[in-house]
């Protein structure tokens, strides 16, 4: 993976949302979003 990219989500109403990367993922912002802000290509979970 190159640069950045936005990760989607469904949108539900009165949820809260937290992203988690793991095994080396990075988020650059946005991890209580629906579209969180990523580095890395690894596993992103919300």
């Avoid at 989607?8 to 009165?14: A, D, G, M, T, V």
């Avoid at 949820?15 to 988690?20: A, C």
Wanted: glycine share 10%.
């Amino acid at each position: 993976m190159n640069g950045e990219v936005n990760l989607n989500n469904n949108h539900y109403q009165n949820l809260t949302y937290k992203w988690t990367a793991s095994n080396g993922g990075n988020i650059v912002s946005g991890d209580m979003t629906l579209n969180p802000l990523i580095n890395k290509g690894k596993i992103y979970f919300n």
